[in-house]
């Protein structure tokens, strides 16, 4: 599956609350969010629209990482 192209920061925050990501903080334009499902994990998402691909993907993968999943079981799960 390919990754979006034109996804917010915002519509990323949606798609990850599905895997229990709770927004914690904000600084700025940077959010971050945390879960407890598979011990606690933290990342920070930015409010630009869209997200540039590199930083998506780098989002994508570290949370697909906390899961122990490949980003393409990742991407079909959220998309």
């Avoid at 927004?23 to 920070?44: D, P």
């Avoid at 691909?53 to 999943?69: C, N, P, Q, Y």
């Amino acid at each position: 599956m390919r990754m979006p192209r034109n996804l917010s920061g915002k519509e990323l925050i949606k798609k990850l609350s599905k895997l229990g990501y709770m927004s914690t903080r904000q600084v700025g334009s940077h959010i971050r969010l945390t879960t407890h499902e598979n011990g606690t994990h933290h990342i920070t998402i930015p409010e630009h629209n869209p997200l540039k691909i590199g930083t998506l993907s780098s989002i994508l993968k570290d949370v697909s990482e906390h899961f122990k999943m490949t980003k393409e079981e990742l991407l079909s799960k959220l998309f």
